[in-house]
């Protein structure tokens, strides 16, 4: 039962944003700075964000060769390119809005591990740079081979190393702690443990109805306009979304002692990544072993693939190193047939801003930014 101030002053706004991960909170910081005097709500289900954006390995990423060559079999080189300087364009927002000290940014190197059956993709470097030149001050990539044996990677395994020029690491935690504080000091509101169940639009307005945490009772909420800015999660809301969820799984390792090599690192056309943090390797990926069982919102660790990545960590990431496993957790991420995200208005009131691919970091803080200039004040 409310009362008649809580119904006339706590529950109405000017725009409410679902999901306060990296592009709920960069929308409406955006917003916030179009429209400083308009009333902002961040609803987010759980007590902290749900998805990937505080479970993520905290790569600052524009894609690696591989990748990019395996987007060039389904896109055009034109959309290849501008999926790069989308990812650019987002990490310099992020970069300039936090600050690097703020979210630990560092360029300690990013390379990618090639095998000898992935070989040709030496060979096309040149012109995967050459297509890239129009967006980025020099070549993307080089050879780093001399970097291998330092570096201590079984080289049964390993036959190159590729170096990507653009790319770093951030720390995840602090990025989103940076990023609430912001929402914060610009009067932009949060209630975490707030279930949507369900948005109704009328002619003036977005009602958004809540499940009040710990009762059978709903609150509903309005506003002028809505914003869905939940990834993978939005397909709760709105099933006729092209977006199919993928649960990312990582494990960290204690800290080891001697461990060669800093920066990040990817294998696999991107499916597989690890990381030095604290001296601890971080390593995930594995969904390609099975991508139909990875579709799915569970959180949940599944043996084979935990197990793949133990086998993968144990042969040829670090062969000659004494080590445990000391965490693991999943993350879930959200694709299409597209890597492109869904960004547009569903109607006249509500907005999309959904589907990031596995790449949330480097788009999240432009997309954001994008959504928040398709919306009217």
Known sequence: MLSFWEKQSLLQYDCILLGSGIVGLSAAISYKEKFPRKRILVLERGLLPTGASTKNAGFACIGSLTEILEDLQTMPAEEV??????????????????????MNY????????????????????????????GILPGPAFKLADEKLKRFGFNTQH?????????EGELNTGMMMRTLIDLAFERGIEIKTGCEVIGFEENAQQVLVTVQQPGSKETLT???AQLAICTNAFAKGLLPELDITPGRGQVLITTPIKGLPFKGVYHFDKGYYYFREIEGRVLFGGGRNMDFAGEATTSFELTDNIQQDLEE???????PNHSYTVEDRWTGIMGFGKTKRPILQAYSDRIFLAVRMGGMGIAIGSEVGRTLAGMMQG
């Not at 390119?81 to 703020?102: E, F, N, P, T």
């Not at 993968?312 to 670090?318: E, G, Q, Y």
């Open 81 to 102: 390119v501008s999926l790069v300087h989308m990812r650019l364009k987002g990490l310099q927002l992020l970069r300039s809005r936090i600050g690097d000290d703020r």
């Open 106 to 133: 560092r360029e300690n190197g990013s390379y990618e591990l090639i095998s000898a059956a992935e070989s040709s993709a030496l060979e096309q470097m040149e012109s995967v740079n050459s297509m890239l030149f």
């Open 158 to 166: 390993v036959q190159s190393l590729v170096q990507n020029n653009f």
């Open 221 to 223: 909420f309005s506003a």
């Open 312 to 318: 993968k960590l144990r042969t040829f990431i670090l």
